[in-house]
Every structure is written in structure tokens, then in C-alpha cells.
């Protein structure tokens, strides 16, 4: 046999699910079954060996199968088996031979003869009859071993260790740092020594709310002696509305926020905003996060009684479900379908659980005890939910209806107007009917088409009022709607074969994945999508991953790196838990609070663990090189919307306006114009949270200083150094114009001195006051620039201004502006 059969479309093979394995099997072909195995032996064995028993038999075995005996039919390859007894349509080998799926065709140089492919559909609708059938043993391929699994840290459920015995006992300030300490301690290390007033309230104003602290708020803290200064800042910056603002941020990294749908239709998302101020005023108020999760998935089956208020939040809420990208331009309307519900499913594992569920969409998980019909059991879910208003080129996503009280009243008022003109069009029309009655005599039946005997003046009479009719419609008053997901007609969900729906295996309920859950569930039913069920048990204390994973989102946001360092996956590619049991003792104990993320930033940053400063130690670095057991506090530099947020609050150009849209097209039309350029700009002095984030094509300044993607969950950014962020610091007009106002600050205070002047510079831009060396150097180069500008500029007053620019865009250059010790 020539070799036909490359190793993917081998691999492909193989994936089928076999419902006559071993014992179990029902469909398992008898041995006795003389005339099938009499057309076994004369049409399907024949057929095997000339186009397969090469790559697939007793010498070679690509993928793993081999098709010369019954047990290698039956177990299959790498992924499965072949053949399911008495089910040709869900047997992937009739598939493959029929050549259904472009990316599923063998033999690859041609495909088999209609006569061919029939006999292998008739054989397999038999009970695919073979002569070893029961004198071989059959044991499923990588079947998934649960209770193996279930041993795995990440699935067993978070239990509180005790508080551990420490050496230092009058170093902990919270619960935390016992757990840091005894872990120190055991490697030899202690840490570091506390952080001074002015490093820790830039780090936690920074932390908090995203802002440098003002020089106001700097001296407060230092003059305030009390032992509770520290725990008031933290109270202060908690109480902000900026608060919201920063940490809102963060959960739209996860959420994978964005304006616009990206992808091949990048057409606006015009109503995203009101998701995002949604995650924004839920962590302004504190809300629970199992409440806020709960209302992200499952929000419009919540029981909203008459409050229309809570019903719309919770419809707005749901938006978490709808904001991924979608190919809108998808042809094959199942297949986009099927994609949607594949993005919410890795988005929802790895946002909420940590997993990347969406690696068993096309076979088993190749790490972690997620098995294909784990994946397709939360499909169904999601087939379940109205997440499009339709499939057809270009799709609509679908949006829910918030109408404010005016739009409610303006729509009822629009649908009685239409009901009268409809009545008065019937009205004409059963009254021209009664006179062609009439004429026509009794008994006589009206034709078909009546209306084509009316009199002209009556059919013009209708035409008028039908063109009423449909300008009317099309002056439908505007009500506002919010990006979301509701319910549909419930359905399970087939096992797509490689991923593909052109190739379907076994019908899968609706259910948790089983490392997780109970192995027998209760059915989900029969009337809701399952959602509200989902979020529930993703929100019960017995969860192993939902708790564990915030809390680690949580520390990682104020560190830096997290207990888990690798947030957005907690299986076993990701890394194991730096301190395991305080990772636990932290999931348990949020739950016991209330699942409040606040209460979670009050234990953390009162914690001495927090407060250490961020000096080097060589020995310490010697044993820890990568800080992972926390010895000093990480040197962390500020992210893109920090960065550009802390420029114009020191030059005090940042407008505090919450909330809205700045995009500057209408929902669902395109970012790009006819020539293809996208007219967004980026010159609002808002803060970046309210900036267009538009896929596909960012604003240069958020890539620049490593944004997150906005199109995957990404709890993780990265942080990298590269020269055209220096030349944007030096060169870009934005930092001029923020420079150049700062200058103008700085001169505005007219009873100061040039040495009070650049004390105030460094309080504004670091936080502290100049060291002697750093005030000499400041003023020594006001002079020589201002020389040196002699030349160029003749006005004493431009020339002076531009000196202090040009000191200000020094300090906000300098990598101290730009990171957080």
C-alpha cells in the first residue's frame, strides 16, 4: 500500500468515542456473527489493507493506530477510537472516507469510491462484526483517571492550615505573615526591613487608586503620629472612586474588555461601556465577588422583583459573557456558533478557575483530567443561552433592552400609534372586501388577491397609509440596550470530533467536569440554560479553584507575582503554589469574610509582609534569586494606563469625569473607514480606562508599554523594556504638553524659590524630597539650560519656562516616576 495517511489525518481518525469497549459495551459485535464476518473478511478487510495496513499496521503505527486488528480498531490511536459499534454517522471513519470536513479527508490523494465508503457504513451499522471480536481485549485510550486527578493540590478543596510557629515573633503584623516568615525562616532568610512613610504611601496610593499621592496627602501622613495614620490612608484611598476605576481595570484585563469586536468585521462594540462601568461601581461598593460573578453569568435569571434598577445592573452584567471576538463573517453559521460558545468556555475557565478548558474542545486535555466530554457538558450551557441575535453575514451579537423611564414611555406611545394605523389600514380593507362582496354576489367566494379588484380611489387610500405604516416603523424611537446574553431553547450538546461539528460522537449532558464535581449530577433542566446552576457551583465553599484563584489575582496585583505565578492557570503546565498553605488559608478565609476583596487589600497591605522595602540583599539573593519567597518588596513599574494617568495628574490636566463612552462611532458600525484608516483619537484627558480599547488596533501608547491583548483573559501582563519607550518619554507631544504644564505649575508659585521649587518637583514626581546631590544637580542645570537657550529663545520669561520643561520631562523620564519601590 503506498502511504497515504499523514499523521494528523491518522491522529484525526482515531478521535471518536466508542460506546462497545470492554464489558461495558453494549454494542460489542458477537464472534459468532457469521455472515457479518463473512462481509468483514470479503469487503472491509480488503479495503483496509490496501489503503491503511502500511502506516497503520503490525510494522508501523502513526498516531498510535493501528487498524489490522480488532482491538486497534476498537481502542483507536492517541486520541480514541475509530469506530462506534452500530453508529456509522457518529463513527469518525465514515467521516474521514466521506470527505465532510476538508480537514478530515483520507485517504489524503483521493478519496474512496461511493461503493466502498457504503460497505464501511454498512459494516459499521452491523455492529462493525469482526472474527476476534471477544478474544481481544479492548482498553480505552487515554481515558482520564479521576481519582488521579482529584489528588492533583489544584482539585482538592481549600482547607485552613493552622497558623505556623514562627522564630521572629515580633515581626508578624498579620495573619500572613506568619505564613511568609515560616517560610522564610525555614530557608535560612528573614526579611527585610520596613519601608519608609513616604515609599509606603506611594505604593499604596499607587496600588489602590492608580495616582501618585499629592504633596498634600504625603504630608498628612507624615504629620499624623497615631498608630492608626497608616490604616487610615489605606480606609481613604479604599473610599475613593478612583479605587474603582484601578482595580476595575485589572478585572477587565480578565474580562478581556474591549470597544470594538476585532477580528475580521472590527465593527464598534458601542455599548461595552456599560459593562466596564458596571466592574467599576461593583468594586467601588464592595460587591461580593461570588455576587459578582454570579451576576456576570447568570444575571438575568436572577430574581430582580420590580426593581428595575438591579434588574438592568445584573442584565449589563452579563456583557462578561458577550465581549469576546467573534468572526462575524463566518460563512458556516454552526461553526461560528461553536467558536462563540469555545471562547466563552476558555474564557470562563481561565478568568474564574484557572484552567485552560478550551484546550479539550478537539481531544482529551493532554495535562490536566479535563476530558472532551467535560468540555462539551459546559457547551451545552452555553448552546443553551441567546448570546447572538443571528449567525447570518455579518452576525449580531445580541444586546438586552434598558430602557430609561422617558424611552419606556416613548416606546409605548410608538406601538399604540401603530396599532391604531394598522387598525384604520384593516378597517379600509374589511370594508373594500364587503363591497367586492356585494358586487360579486351572494355566495360568490372573494379571489385570491382582492384587492387587485378594489377601486382606485381605495387603493390609494391603502397605499398612503401603508407608506405611513412603514415610515412610522422606521422612526421607532431609540431605546438604550447593553451587551449581554439571555435564554434560549435548551440542548445538549453532541462530542464534536476533532472540534469539528461536521463530526459528532456521543451526546453529552448538560454538567460540571467531573475532577470537580460529584460523578452523578442531577440532571439540569429542561426549561434553563443551567447558568444560575453554574455560577452557583462555581461560588460554593467546596469549589477547589474559584476562591483560591482571586485571592492569588489579588496578591499578584500588589506584588506583582503571585503565590501562583502563573494566575491564569492553575493545572499542571502552570507552577505549583509558592506558599501553598497560606494560598489556602487566604481562599478560606476570603470566603469566611464575605467574599470581600476590600477586607482581602485591608489584610494585605496592613500586613508587614507588605510594608518591607524593596533594598537588595546579596545573601538573601544568593538563596532566592527571584524574590519567590518574599524577602523585600518587588520593584514594580507602572502599567500603560498608570503611566499615562500619573502624567496628568502631576501636571494637573487629568479631568476626574466617570463613566461613558469616548468611542466615536455608533454601535455596530466599522472603526475603519472606507480607507481602511480608523479615526479614533486619544486626546481626551480622561483617565485611560475610559480610552477605546479597539482590537486589532490599539492605541500606540497602551502597546507601547505592554497592554493587554484584549482578546484573551490575561490576568498576567507582562512587563517589558525597550528603547521606543525611552524615545516616547523624550520625544512624544503628549509628554511635552504634560511637561510643559507642570512648568507652568512650578512657576505659578511665585513666592518660592528655584530650591523650593525643585523640592516640590520631587515630592510631585517621586514622592520624597531631593537628596542635597540631586537639588545641587537640579539647579546647576536650570542655569546652564536657560544659557544655553539664550540663543534660541529671546523672551526671559519662554526661555525660563522652557529650563523648568525641560527639568520636569527629566524627572518624569526617569525610571523612579515610572516604578513603584
Request: proline share 5%; with cysteine.
Given at each position: 500500500?503506498?502511504?497515504?495517511?499523514?499523521?494528523?489525518?491518522?491522529?484525526?481518525?482515531?478521535?471518536?468515542?466508542?460506546?462497545?469497549?470492554?464489558?461495558?459495551?453494549?454494542?460489542?459485535p458477537?464472534?459468532?456473527?457469521?455472515?457479518?464476518?463473512?462481509?468483514?473478511?470479503?469487503?472491509?478487510?480488503?479495503?483496509?489493507?490496501?489503503?491503511?495496513?502500511?502506516?497503520?499496521?503490525?510494522?508501523?503505527?502513526?498516531?498510535?493506530?493501528?487498524?489490522?486488528?480488532?482491538?486497534?480498531?476498537?481502542?483507536?490511536g492517541?486520541?480514541?477510537?475509530?469506530?462506534?459499534?452500530?453508529?456509522?454517522?457518529?463513527?469518525?471513519?465514515?467521516?474521514?472516507?466521506?470527505?465532510?470536513?476538508?480537514?478530515?479527508?483520507?485517504?489524503?490523494?483521493?478519496?474512496?469510491?461511493?461503493?466502498?465508503?457504503?460497505?464501511?457504513?454498512?459494516?459499521?451499522?452491523?455492529?462493525?462484526p469482526?472474527?476476534?471480536?471477544?478474544?481481544?481485549?479492548?482498553?480505552?485510550?487515554?481515558?482520564?483517571?479521576?481519582?488521579?486527578?482529584?489528588?492533583?493540590?489544584?482539585?482538592?478543596?481549600?482547607?485552613?492550615?493552622?497558623i505556623?510557629?514562627?522564630?521572629?515573633?515580633?515581626?508578624?503584623?498579620?495573619?500572613?505573615?506568619?505564613?511568609?516568615?515560616?517560610?522564610?525562616?525555614?530557608?535560612?532568610?528573614?526579611?527585610?526591613?520596613?519601608?519608609?512613610?513616604?515609599?509606603?504611601?506611594?505604593?499604596?496610593?499607587?496600588?489602590?487608586?492608580?495616582?501618585?499621592?499629592?504633596?498634600?496627602?504625603?504630608?498628612?501622613?507624615?504629620?499624623?503620629?497615631?498608630?492608626?495614620?497608616?490604616?487610615?490612608?489605606?480606609?481613604?484611598?479604599?473610599?475613593?472612586?478612583?479605587?474603582?476605576?484601578?482595580?476595575?481595570?485589572?478585572?477587565?484585563?480578565?474580562?478581556?474588555?474591549?470597544?470594538?469586536?476585532?477580528l475580521?468585521?472590527?465593527?464598534?462594540?458601542?455599548?461595552?461601556?456599560?459593562?466596564?462601568?458596571?466592574?467599576?461601581?461593583?468594586?467601588?461598593?464592595?460587591?461580593?465577588?461570588?455576587?459578582?460573578?454570579?451576576?456576570?453569568?447568570?444575571?438575568?435569571?436572577?430574581?430582580n422583583?420590580?426593581?428595575?434598577s438591579?434588574?438592568?445592573?445584573?442584565?449589563?452584567?452579563?456583557?462578561?459573557?458577550?465581549?469576546?471576538?467573534?468572526?462575524?463573517?463566518?460563512?458556516?453559521?454552526?461553526?461560528?456558533?461553536?467558536?462563540?460558545?469555545?471562547?466563552?468556555?476558555?474564557?470562563?475557565?481561565?478568568?474564574?478557575?484557572?484552567?485552560?478548558?478550551?484546550?479539550?474542545?478537539?481531544?482529551?486535555?493532554?495535562?490536566?483530567?479535563?476530558?472532551?466530554?467535560?468540555?462539551?457538558?459546559?457547551?451545552?450551557?452555553?448552546?443553551?443561552?441567546?448570546?447572538?441575535?443571528?449567525?447570518?453575514?455579518?452576525?449580531?451579537?445580541?444586546?438586552?433592552?434598558?430602557?430609561?423611564?422617558?424611552?419606556?414611555?416613548?416606546?409605548?406611545?410608538?406601538?399604540?400609534?401603530?396599532?391604531?394605523?394598522?387598525?384604520?389600514?384593516?378597517?379600509?380593507?374589511?370594508?373594500?372586501?364587503?363591497?367586492?362582496?356585494?358586487?360579486?354576489?351572494?355566495?360568490?367566494?372573494?379571489?385570491?388577491?382582492?384587492?387587485?379588484?378594489?377601486?382606485?380611489?381605495?387603493?390609494?387610500e391603502?397605499?398612503?397609509?401603508?407608506?405611513?405604516?412603514?415610515?412610522?416603523?422606521?422612526?421607532?424611537?431609540?431605546?438604550?440596550?447593553?451587551?449581554?446574553?439571555?435564554?434560549?431553547?435548551?440542548?445538549?450538546?453532541?462530542?464534536?470530533?476533532?472540534?469539528?461539528?461536521?463530526?459528532?460522537?456521543?451526546?453529552?449532558?448538560?454538567?460540571?467536569?467531573?475532577?470537580?464535581?460529584?460523578?452523578?449530577?442531577?440532571?439540569?433542566?429542561?426549561d434553563?440554560?443551567?447558568?444560575?446552576?453554574?455560577?452557583?457551583?462555581?461560588?460554593?465553599?467546596?469549589?477547589?479553584?474559584?476562591?483560591?484563584?482571586?485571592?492569588n489575582?489579588?496578591?499578584?496585583?500588589?506584588?506583582?507575582?503571585?503565590?501562583?505565578?502563573?494566575?491564569?492557570?492553575?493545572?499542571?503546565?502552570?507552577?505549583?503554589?509558592?506558599?501553598?498553605?497560606?494560598?489556602?488559608?487566604?481562599?478560606?478565609?476570603?470566603?469566611?469574610?464575605?467574599?470581600?476583596?476590600?477586607?482581602?487589600?485591608?489584610?494585605?497591605m496592613?500586613?508587614?509582609?507588605?510594608?518591607?522595602?524593596?533594598?537588595?540583599?546579596?545573601?538573601?539573593?544568593?538563596?532566592?534569586?527571584?524574590?519567590?519567597?518574599?524577602?523585600?518588596?518587588?520593584?514594580?513599574?507602572?502599567?500603560?494606563?498608570?503611566?499615562?494617568?500619573?502624567?496628568l495628574?502631576?501636571?494637573?490636566?487629568?479631568?476626574?469625569?466617570?463613566?461613558?463612552?469616548?468611542?466615536?462611532?455608533?454601535?455596530?458600525?466599522f472603526?475603519?473607514?472606507?480607507?481602511?484608516?480608523?479615526?479614533?483619537?486619544?486626546?481626551?484627558?480622561?483617565?485611560?480606562?475610559?480610552?477605546?480599547?479597539?482590537?486589532n488596533?490599539?492605541?500606540?501608547?497602551?502597546?507601547?508599554?505592554?497592554?493587554?491583548?484584549?482578546?484573551?483573559?490575561?490576568?498576567?501582563?507582562?512587563?517589558s523594556?525597550?528603547?521606543?519607550?525611552?524615545?516616547?518619554?523624550?520625544?512624544?507631544?503628549?509628554?511635552?504638553?504634560?511637561?510643559?504644564?507642570?512648568?507652568?505649575?512650578?512657576?505659578?508659585?511665585?513666592?518660592?524659590?528655584?530650591?523650593?521649587?525643585?523640592?516640590?518637583?520631587?515630592?510631585?514626581?517621586?514622592?520624597?524630597?531631593?537628596?542635597p546631590?540631586?537639588?545641587?544637580?537640579?539647579?546647576?542645570?536650570?542655569?546652564?539650560?536657560?544659557?544655553?537657550?539664550?540663543?534660541?529663545?529671546?523672551?526671559?520669561?519662554?526661555?525660563?519656562?522652557?529650563?523648568?520643561?525641560?527639568?520636569?520631562?527629566?524627572?518624569?523620564?526617569?525610571?523612579?516616576?515610572?516604578?513603584?519601590?
Open positions: 500500500m503506498k502511504r497515504r495517511v499523514t499523521s494528523l489525518l491518522a491522529g484525526l481518525l482515531a478521535m471518536c468515542t466508542v460506546s462497545a469497549i470492554a464489558d461495558e459495551a453494549p454494542n460489542q458477537s464472534a459468532s456473527n457469521a455472515a457479518g464476518i463473512r462481509f468483514f473478511e470479503t469487503q472491509i478487510r480488503p479495503l483496509l489493507a490496501e489503503h491503511c495496513y502500511k502506516c497503520h499496521g503490525a510494522e508501523e503505527q502513526e498516531s498510535g493506530l493501528r487498524l489490522d486488528t480488532f482491538a486497534g480498531l476498537m481502542s483507536g492517541d486520541s480514541g477510537p475509530a469506530i462506534v459499534g452500530n453508529e456509522p454517522a457518529q463513527s469518525l471513519i465514515v467521516a474521514a472516507t466521506s470527505y465532510k470536513n476538508e480537514e478530515l479527508q483520507m485517504p489524503p490523494d483521493g478519496k474512496l469510491s461511493d461503493q466502498e465508503i457504503a460497505a464501511i457504513v454498512r459494516w459499521i451499522a452491523m455492529g462493525a469482526h472474527p476476534n471480536a471477544g478474544a481481544q481485549s479492548i482498553a480505552p485510550r487515554s481515558a482520564i483517571d479521576l481519582e488521579e486527578g482529584r489528588k492533583f493540590w489544584a482539585f482538592q478543596t481549600p482547607r485552613a492550615a493552622a505556623p510557629k514562627v522564630q521572629n515573633g515580633s515581626w508578624p503584623k498579620a495573619p500572613i505573615d506568619y505564613f511568609v516568615l515560616a517560610n522564610l525562616e525555614s530557608h535560612g532568610l528573614a526579611p527585610s526591613m520596613p519601608a519608609d512613610r513616604r515609599t509606603l504611601i506611594r505604593r499604596a496610593t499607587f496600588d489602590l487608586i492608580g495616582l501618585p499621592p499629592t504633596g498634600d496627602e504625603i504630608e498628612a501622613f507624615l504629620a499624623d503620629e497615631s498608630p492608626e495614620a497608616y490604616a487610615k490612608v489605606i480606609d481613604r484611598l479604599l473610599a475613593s472612586p478612583r479605587y474603582g476605576e484601578r482595580w476595575g481595570r485589572h478585572w477587565l484585563d480578565v474580562a478581556r474588555y474591549a470597544d470594538s469586536n476585532g475580521d468585521e472590527n465593527i464598534a462594540h458601542g455599548n461595552a461601556w456599560r459593562y466596564r462601568d458596571y466592574v467599576v461601581a461593583a468594586f467601588n461598593s464592595d460587591k461580593p465577588y461570588d455576587q459578582f460573578l454570579t451576576e456576570q453569568l447568570a444575571g438575568d435569571l436572577l430574581d422583583s420590580d426593581d428595575m438591579t434588574k438592568y445592573e445584573r442584565l449589563i452584567a452579563t456583557g462578561f459573557l458577550s465581549l469576546g471576538p467573534k468572526v462575524l463573517a463566518e460563512v458556516d453559521e454552526t461553526k461560528m456558533e461553536m467558536d462563540i460558545i469555545d471562547e466563552q468556555i476558555d474564557t470562563i475557565g481561565r478568568s474564574l478557575m484557572g484552567l485552560t478548558l478550551g484546550c479539550a474542545r478537539c481531544h482529551d486535555h493532554k495535562f490536566d483530567p479535563i476530558g472532551t466530554s467535560d468540555y462539551y457538558a459546559l457547551a451545552g450551557i452555553f448552546k443553551s443561552t441567546r448570546t447572538m441575535e443571528h449567525y447570518t453575514k455579518i452576525a449580531r451579537w445580541w444586546e438586552n433592552p434598558i430602557p430609561t423611564e422617558d424611552e419606556s414611555i416613548a416606546q409605548h406611545a410608538h406601538e399604540r400609534q401603530l396599532a391604531q394605523l394598522q387598525s384604520q389600514i384593516d378597517k379600509v380593507v374589511a370594508r373594500a372586501n364587503d363591497e367586492l362582496a356585494k358586487k360579486l354576489g351572494a355566495g360568490a367566494a372573494l379571489p385570491k388577491e382582492p384587492e387587485s379588484q378594489y377601486p382606485a380611489e381605495t387603493k390609494a391603502l397605499k398612503k397609509l401603508r407608506q405611513e405604516l412603514t415610515e412610522l416603523e422606521e422612526a421607532a424611537p431609540e431605546i438604550s440596550t447593553a451587551m449581554g446574553v439571555g435564554e434560549r431553547e435548551t440542548a445538549d450538546v453532541r462530542v464534536h470530533l476533532r472540534g469539528s461539528h461536521l463530526t459528532q460522537g456521543e451526546l453529552t449532558p448538560r454538567r460540571f467536569p467531573l475532577v470537580m464535581a460529584d460523578d452523578i449530577q442531577q440532571p439540569f433542566p429542561n434553563r440554560s443551567g447558568r444560575l446552576r453554574l455560577a452557583n457551583w462555581l461560588t460554593s465553599n467546596d469549589h477547589p479553584l474559584t476562591s483560591r484563584v482571586m485571592v489575582r489579588v496578591w499578584r496585583w500588589h506584588f506583582g507575582e503571585g503565590l501562583v505565578r502563573t494566575p491564569d492557570n492553575f493545572g499542571r503546565l502552570g507552577e505549583e503554589p509558592v506558599n501553598g498553605p497560606l494560598l489556602d488559608w487566604l481562599a478560606v478565609w476570603f470566603q469566611e469574610e464575605g467574599w470581600s476583596i476590600k477586607s482581602s487589600h485591608r489584610l494585605i496592613l500586613s508587614a509582609t507588605y510594608q518591607m522595602q524593596s533594598g537588595f540583599d546579596a545573601p538573601s539573593a544568593a538563596v532566592d534569586p527571584e524574590n519567590r519567597l518574599q524577602w523585600r518588596a518587588n520593584i514594580r513599574r507602572l502599567e500603560a494606563e498608570a503611566i499615562r494617568d500619573s502624567l495628574a502631576v501636571s494637573q490636566r487629568l479631568d476626574g469625569e466617570m463613566g461613558g463612552s469616548l468611542v466615536h462611532v455608533k454601535n455596530r458600525e472603526f475603519f473607514n472606507h480607507t481602511s484608516q480608523d479615526t479614533t483619537t486619544y486626546d481626551s484627558r480622561r483617565r485611560s480606562l475610559y480610552l477605546p480599547v479597539v482590537r488596533h490599539l492605541y500606540d501608547v497602551f502597546q507601547l508599554f505592554d497592554y493587554s491583548d484584549a482578546g484573551v483573559a490575561n490576568g498576567n501582563r507582562t512587563t523594556t525597550v528603547a521606543p519607550q525611552a524615545l516616547f518619554m523624550m520625544n512624544s507631544d503628549f509628554v511635552i504638553e504634560v511637561t510643559s504644564t507642570l512648568a507652568e505649575r512650578l512657576l505659578d508659585r511665585r513666592t518660592e524659590s528655584d530650591t523650593e521649587r525643585v523640592e516640590v518637583l520631587y515630592e510631585i514626581g517621586y514622592g520624597r524630597l531631593p537628596t546631590a540631586e537639588q545641587t544637580r537640579a539647579e546647576s542645570f536650570l542655569r546652564r539650560a536657560e544659557a544655553a537657550l539664550g540663543r534660541e529663545i529671546e523672551d526671559v520669561t519662554e526661555r525660563r519656562h522652557e529650563a523648568w520643561r525641560m527639568l520636569c520631562q527629566a524627572i518624569v523620564s526617569s525610571n523612579e516616576f515610572v516604578y513603584v519601590r
